[in-house]
């Protein structure tokens, strides 16, 4: 994913907000990162720069433990030599969005929604990423490109819904977030805004008073679904940003990806699970993995997925289990696998 600052849609404010100091600060060395984490090496380390850079913000940071080279957080974000592989069967598009994209930056799969892809950056590299090779100087919108994926939705009227994707949408600015909102907000067959997003757990100060002050102004409907993946993701931090979101009325869902050697366990995914209701969210999908190029260590075979998932709606209510689930090129929506 280059990391090209779009400048059309970036603000220079005269005070950087603390979002904007620790995002800046996220692009440290693999050397920097093992000796804040008081490691002398790690086995799995690529010693070659990665073209998708090493990207860790803080919050994130704080969260893994020091001296352990297998925590499964260091793991989602260390670039590994295995991501060179080539291996049969892990493509560099596995998805084939292109195939669905009638405008730059706008995905339409499903009838009812619309996905934007509203920029290429994210405050956190994770090293499973499947956009992590998407031609996103294809899809960098500008501001007139917004302009007609919006035209778009509004001549539409099935859609009801239009998901904020990326990157990380939340990359974009408060004014230009504010901007977009409102545009949407004003076409009247679009009731649910959705913004998917994994700044909660990598920097949550990305939750701005106003932020949450534009989004409950909105007449549309606000979903915020997290992507969370591990429990130790989840602190203070989490806690405070998903009340706030909370109390300004916004829908708070999880997603998660089944990641070797990370949370391909029951136990750890139960206990997920718990810690997300506990800060007011629900889980809503444990996606397998895409099947994408650099990302093949990360995968487990199907039949063990599904036997962790049984083990996991043994172990939870119905409304804390996620719905476990993959994408397939071509079908009209996710694909829901079944725990038998
Ligand atoms: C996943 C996805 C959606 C949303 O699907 P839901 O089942 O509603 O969460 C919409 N559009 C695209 C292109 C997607 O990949
Ligand atoms: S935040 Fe999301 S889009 Fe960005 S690298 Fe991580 S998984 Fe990919």
Redesign the pocket.
Known sequence: MPNIKLKSMTDTPAQPSQWKKILSASTISAQDLLIRLELDEHPLLDQNAPSFPLRVPEPFLNKIEKGNPNDPLLLQVLPQAQESLDIEGYASEP?L?QN?SPLPGL????SS???LILTQSCAIHCRYCFRRNFPYSEHQQSRQQWQQALDYVATRSEIS?V?L?GGDPLSLSDSSLEELFDKIDRITSVKRI?IHTRMLPSLPQRITSRLLKVISNLRCKVIL?AHCNHPNELANDTERAFLRLKEHGVTLLNQSVMLRHINDDAQILQALSEKLFAQGVLP??LFTLDKVAGAAHFDLPRSEAKQIYKELCAQLPGFLTPKL?E?QPGDG??RVLSNH
């Open positions: 998805l969005e669905f995905i339409h799969k499903y929604r619309v996905l819904e998901i994707s959705r679904v809503y999908y689930a994408e929506s996710k």
